[in-house]
């Protein structure tokens, strides 16, 4: 039998190995920034976060969201698959000097934080 050695078909699944750790390992929270006239909106994707696990904070101009995701799994449960990442996330964004981050207000639709300065 002859087996064909394809580099590129390797590279992809050395890619894709790479890409599993750093999801697992929570290395980044997805994330837009947009600013709209006076405003700046700053949107996180943080699906399947509870809100009450959701952390906000602004010190000297460093704009700081930290999440927690779990699941819980029932004794006898088999993992098919497992690609959801969990545990604690954290993201820092710095800020501009000029926003006021005494006005920020923060909203939590469908997965999405939406911080508004």
Do not use: C, W
Request: overall charge negative.
């Amino acid at each position: 039998m002859l087996m064909r050695f394809d580099p590129f078909r390797e590279l992809d699944r050395v890619t894709e190995q790479v890409d599993q750790v750093l999801r697992r390992s929570g290395a980044s929270i997805p994330m837009d920034a947009v600013r709209h006239g006076n405003q700046v909106f700053v949107s996180f994707d943080l699906p399947g976060v509870d809100p009450d696990a959701i952390d906000v904070t602004v010190e000297r101009d460093v704009l700081t969201v930290n999440a927690s995701r779990r699941f819980e799994r029932a004794e006898g449960d088999e993992v098919l698959a497992g690609e959801r990442p969990q545990g604690t996330f954290t993201r820092r964004v710095l800020l501009g000097q000029s926003l006021d981050t005494g006005k920020l207000e923060a909203s939590y639709d469908h997965g999405v934080l939406t911080i508004t300065l």
